[in-house]
T-cell receptor, first 111, second 114 residues
Framework: GQQVMQIPQYQHVQEGEDFTTYCNSS?????IQWYKQRPGGHPVFLIQ?????EVKKQKRLTFQFGEAKKNSSLHITATQTTDVGTYFC???????????FGPGTRLSVLP | EPEVTQTPSHQVTQMGQEVILRCVPI?????FYWYRQILGQKVEFLVS????????KSEIFDDQFSVERPDGSNFTLKIRSTKLEDSAMYFC????????????FGPGTRLLVL
């Protein structure tokens, strides 16, 4: 079955440093979503990517979908303490009938 | 801001008992999902539901699980005979249409099976 992997598992950064998490799928995806989950909270939708090579930006966050639609990345520029949480990618190969989540990257930001 | 609600927030049950987890999706949404997250682990897809029937289900969603939309607002997940390994946070999510990308998650129900 479809598997989604993410690296790194944990990342500790100093406030102001950049952060990147990478997501890889074992199958070609129709779409990929990114979520943020704060400790004790629920996943909060950040963005969806659909097109091959697509790049989307949200303020300090940059999301990229690979040309082969099997990998994706999330990059945060100049991290802030409010960025703390676990970032999950979730891939679908059937246009959203189901999503397979990656294991997440837990980000810690030291002030 | 519209939100998905879930009840109860916490449920403790004995192994072998039946539990029903309830969700009220956002009112104009048509696609509904159940996920679970074992403590400290990733979010796992259980089932998706559209037009009063299951669209997709994962291997986790075996005969012990069932979903229902008993009326126009509630969406329920039933576990017939709970096992210890069913202990997890269960999230409901909903989406407006297939072209509306945002999937809204509820706050979750923490299920503990003793």
């Amino acid at each position: 079955g479809q598997q989604v992997m993410q690296i790194p598992q944990y990342q500790h950064v100093q406030e102001g440093e950049d952060f990147t998490t990478y997501c890889n799928s074992s199958t070609t995806l129709s779409n990929i979503q990114w979520y943020k989950q704060r400790p004790g909270g629920h996943p909060v939708f950040l963005i969806q990517l659909v097109k091959s090579g697509e790049v989307k930006k949200q303020k300090r966050l940059t999301f990229q979908f690979g040309e082969a639609k099997k990998n994706s990345s999330l990059h945060i520029t100049a991290t802030q303490t409010t960025d703390v949480g676990t970032y999950f990618c979730a891939g679908s190969d059937n246009y959203g009938q189901n999503f397979v989540f990656g294991p997440g990257t837990r980000l810690s930001v030291l002030p | 801001e519209p939100e998905v609600t879930q009840t109860p927030s916490h449920q403790v049950t004995q192994m072998g008992q039946e539990v029903i987890l309830r969700c009220v999706p956002i009112s104009n949404h048509l696609y509904f999902y159940w996920y679970r997250q074992i403590l400290g682990q990733k979010v796992e897809f259980l089932v998706s539901f559209y037009n009063n029937e299951i669209s997709e289900k994962s291997e986790i969603f075996d005969d012990q699980f069932s979903v229902e939309r008993p009326d126009g607002s509630n969406f329920t997940l039933k576990i017939r005979s709970t096992k210890l390994e069913d202990s997890a946070m269960y999230f409901c999510a909903s989406r407006e249409t297939s072209s509306r990308e945002t999937q809204y998650f509820g706050p979750g129900t923490r299920l503990l099976v003793l």
